[in-house]
């Protein structure tokens, strides 16, 4: 069974930092490219960004809002994929979900909650 | 960007009865080359993560109900749900995977 399991999520202040993880099994991690999006509480979707397979040289995309700001990484050895979340806003607080391919997200990990305030 | 506007935001419906869900792209998501919509629903009940229900617009994924099913091209998808059940009460998401960055209609929220 595919199953993706985020982490790390918690309290941060304004212009400090939060690293999540998404810790995956039931796969073959490296074959797939990997996404998070998140949920602000009551709002809709947004993607945040993915991360492609070794295949396709393991490359970056990120929507405008956090772009210069957040930093996808993964540990194919560990089956891990990571969101570095710089310089966080208060409208960065949400649910972070990740999940796998760069398309749609199939399937959906149960989320973590960043809060981010002073 | 492209823009994907659902409607109605809402909608109640009775058990047993048809619910549509309509979404809108403010270009089209169709692919020449291989003739795919780059449409994808979702569906997401209170307190849980979002659940594919279909892709390429019309594709069922594998334990879906085939109550649910997935219609239009270009710019104009529906997402129809034949005979409403209590547990199909949730909130309704199309996305387009045509290109980056990746965005979401709104929203409706199904209610009996």
């Known amino acids: 069974e595919v199953q993706l399991v985020e982490s790390g999520g918690g309290l941060g202040q304004p212009g400090r930092s939060l690293r999540l993880s998404c810790t995956a099994s039931g796969f073959t991690f490296g074959d797939y490219a990997m996404s998070w999006f998140r949920q602000a509480p009551g709002k809709g979707l947004e993607w945040v960004g993915f991360?492609?397979?070794?295949?396709?040289?393991?490359?970056?995309e990120y929507a405008a809002s956090v772009k210069g700001r957040f930093t996808i990484s993964r540990d194919d050895s560990k089956s891990i994929a990571y969101l570095q979340m710089n310089s966080l806003k208060t409208e960065d607080t949400a649910v972070y979900y990740c999940t796998r391919g760069d398309r749609f997200g199939d399937p959906w990990g149960q989320g973590t909650l960043v809060t981010v305030s002073s | 960007d492209i823009v994907m506007t659902q409607s109605p935001d809402s909608l109640a419906v009775s058990l047993g009865e048809r619910a549509t869900v309509n979404c809108k792209s403010s270009q089209s998501v169709l692919y020449s080359s291989n003739n795919k919509n780059y449409l994808a629903w979702y569906q997401q009940k209170p307190g849980q993560p979002p659940k594919l229900l279909i892709y390429w617009a019309s594709t069922r994924e594998s334990g879906v109900p085939d109550r649910f099913s997935g219609s239009g091209s270009g710019t104009d998808f529906t997402l129809t749900i034949s005979s409403l059940q209590v547990e199909d009460v949730a909130v309704y998401y199309c996305?387009?995977?045509?290109?980056?960055?990746?965005?979401f209609g709104g929203g409706t929220k199904v209610e009996i």
């Open positions: 996305q387009q995977y045509y290109s980056t960055p990746l965005t």
């Open positions: 991360i492609r397979s070794r295949a396709y040289s393991g490359t970056t």
